[in-house]
């Protein structure tokens, strides 16, 4: 057993912390022998880290790299930079885009960018400054040219939030017997767990891939949206494939199919059914989107509103729509009833959307030059049980989709 730094008061034990490190390295970002490795996260995440970078290695990994996020250093340019915000430096920029042409893998480790140190800045400022998700990561993620998962890490912190009717130390430990549960590590065999899940959502995709819908109608409380399909798109679910064709799952937990709308045809409006963070650290609460033509032309919030605005407009394309997403209630985050405050869990729970750019695997050829292009992705949740869901064929026909949270094709 590898050598490492005890672990503080309701952390899991070692064993449990190597199940889920080669979890994330084997299952998730499917490490290669031979491969170079980049790990993203922040300070209070190192226990994991050290863990995940030794389950590398016994895969065979080359060389791991870890980056260090710290959010005070974030902090401390917001609040005292007379310079351009949105500056990225240019090693960074080259750093990351080696990671692709050396086809590496990737991993990051979220929470990150706790919403609470940005709360008494100026939310443009916010929305400028682009660490510790650089614009660059959007190019990997679109041409497809990493393996690569995000995880999550309990941390006080984040408990904190999650779990506020209990003491820090038992905030702490029910987060982490909630991220194991999630991640199927409560079973005896968790990569048959998540082989029996990946196949329901595979049939999933089948059946949407073969209604070949032309557009879907969410309906709930302050929903009635209607958004346009590609007669390409390509509904998908579960694992991934690099351009390479090297399999990995880009989200651990994933329980989602999700395909790119036509970014020219969503009109209506939509509430949120949680909250969510930007990538920049900003908390969204009571998000309410009004689409015209394909474009968000209001956007209203119970908080975050002006960092969301501005996040848009600071983002060519990102008040068009990249993706659309659906959750039934079969999963492991949903019936949990817990709003996690961490888009990766929160957005498995519900149905979701995401302004800014779309995933281009799941456009046709054909279709692909239409398909929304930006340096954002912002995903907000829309569904739940009271959200219906109705397929639209090109022939008019209306065809339940999602009904109480339950698939009907």
């Known amino acids: ?47 994991l880290v050290r863990e995940v970078v030794a389950s590398a290695y016994r895969r065979g990994a080359r060389f791991v790299s870890v980056t260090y996020h710290d959010p005070l250093v974030r902090r401390a340019r917001l609040v005292n930079s007379e310079q351009p915000l949105d500056f990225v430096a240019p090693w960074d920029t080259y750093r990351v885009r080696q990671l692709g042409e050396n ?116 309906e709930g409380p302050g929903t009635d949206l209607t958004l346009g399909l590609f007669p390409t798109s390509h509904w998908a679910g579960g694992p991934h494939e690099t351009v390479d064709g090297l399999a990995h799952v880009p989200n651990i937990p994933t ?33 309410v989107v009004r689409f015209e033509g394909g474009r968000a032309v209001q956007i209203d919030a119970d908080a975050g509103a002006d960092t969301l605005r501005q996040y848009v407009a600071n983002n060519e394309n990102a008040d068009r729509l990249g993706e659309v997403a659906l959750v039934d209630r079969e999963g492991r985050i949903g019936p949990l009833g817990t709003v996690f405050f961490n888009t990766l869990y929160d957005e498995n729970a519900a149905s979701h959307l995401a302004l800014g750019s779309a995933y281009l695997d799941t456009v046709g050829d054909e279709d692909r030059d239409q398909a929304n292009r930006s340096t954002a992705h912002a995903d907000f949740m829309i569904g739940g049980e009271d959200v219906d869901v109705t397929g639209i064929t090109r022939e008019g026909e209306r065809v339940p989709v999602l009904r109480g949270g339950a698939w009907q094709i």
């Open 1 to 47: 057993m590898a050598a490492s730094t005890p672990t503080s008061p309701s952390v899991p034990d070692q064993a449990t912390l190597e199940r889920y490190a080669d979890l994330i390295v084997g299952l998730g970002a499917n490490v290669r022998p031979g491969q170079l490795v980049e790990i993203r996260a922040e300070l209070d995440k190192a226990e």
């Open 103 to 218: 086809r590496a893998a990737r991993i990051s480790i979220s929470p990150m960018n706790p919403p609470e140190l940005f709360a008494d800045i100026d939310p443009a400022h916010v929305a400028q400054e682009p660490y510790d998700y650089i614009p660059a990561y959007q190019e990997l993620v679109r041409d497809r040219t990493t393996n690569w998962v995000g995880v999550a890490c309990p941390t006080p912190t984040w408990a904190a939030r999650v779990h506020p009717e209990l003491e820090p130390e038992d905030a702490l430990e029910k987060l982490w017997e909630d991220v194991l549960h999630i991640c199927r590590l409560d079973e005896a065999d968790p990569i048959a767990a998540w082989e029996l899940r990946f196949e329901q959502l595979g049939s999933a995709c089948a059946a949407m891939n073969e209604r070949r819908f032309d557009a879907l109608h969410f």
């Open 255 to 287: 329980e989602e199919v999700f395909t790119a709308p036509d970014p020219a045809r969503a009109d209506g409006v939509v509430r949120a059914t949680k909250p969510f963070l930007l990538k920049t650290g900003a908390l969204i609460e009571g998000l």
